[in-house]
């Protein structure tokens, strides 16, 4: 994993810009929660948010099925104001497709203290469905961006 930090420090107003640019990958995974990867960044202030996105292919394999992907920050989903996630579900009937799709979605989170704060992309099961196979970042760069920016007005 290569990571990158850039700041700008400006009155009144502060953004830090961090970047964890993943290699290439190739996981799979069937029928269980997993942790894709895991980012490690300094938050400066208290009354800040954080704004974090993933850049990155996805494909999700299987009959009926719905994978999530999601955000932690410190072991635990945002709360403030929501969870960060994206669904993608899968029903492909009595045919054989395997599309792998470029994938991005943000969101912010805020309520989350100064220090280091431990940013993790997971993937599991949408809710009332089953897991199919999740393919994250298969032969490709994929990226996590984390921002530190003003909250919400």
């Given at each position: 994993?290569?990571?990158?930090?850039?700041?700008?420090?400006?009155?009144?107003?502060?953004?830090?810009?961090?970047?964890?640019k993943?290699?290439?990958?190739?996981?799979?995974?069937?029928?269980?929660?997993?942790?894709?990867?895991?980012?490690?960044?300094?938050?400066?202030?208290?009354?800040?948010?954080?704004?974090?996105?993933?850049?990155?292919?996805?494909?999700?394999?299987?009959?009926?099925?719905?994978?999530?992907?999601?955000?932690?920050?410190?072991?635990?989903?945002?709360?403030?104001?929501?969870?960060?996630?994206?669904?993608?579900?899968?029903?492909?009937?009595?045919?054989?497709?395997?599309?792998?799709?470029?994938?991005?979605?943000?969101?912010?989170?805020?309520?989350?203290?100064?220090?280091?704060?431990?940013?993790?992309?997971?993937?599991?099961?949408?809710?009332?469905?089953?897991m199919?196979?999740?393919?994250?970042?298969?032969?490709?760069?994929s990226?996590?961006?984390?921002?530190?920016?003003?909250?919400?007005?």
């Open positions: 994993m290569v990571q990158y930090n850039f700041c700008l420090n400006l009155p009144n107003l502060y953004i830090q810009l961090f970047l964890c993943l290699h290439q990958y190739s996981n799979i995974l069937s029928h269980f929660f997993l942790l894709f990867n895991k980012c490690s960044f300094n938050k400066l202030h208290d009354n800040t948010a954080l704004r974090v996105s993933y850049q990155g292919n996805v494909l999700v394999n299987g009959d009926d099925v719905c994978n999530r992907w999601y955000f932690k920050f410190n072991g635990n989903e945002c709360s403030g104001p929501l969870s960060i996630e994206s669904v993608v579900y899968y029903n492909w009937l009595n045919e054989v497709s395997i599309i792998l799709r470029s994938h991005f979605f943000e969101g912010y989170c805020e309520n989350l203290a100064r220090g280091t704060v431990s940013v993790e992309l997971w993937v599991g099961k949408c809710p009332n469905t089953s199919g196979d999740a393919y994250t970042g298969w032969n490709s760069v990226r996590i961006m984390i921002e530190e920016v003003p909250p919400s007005q």
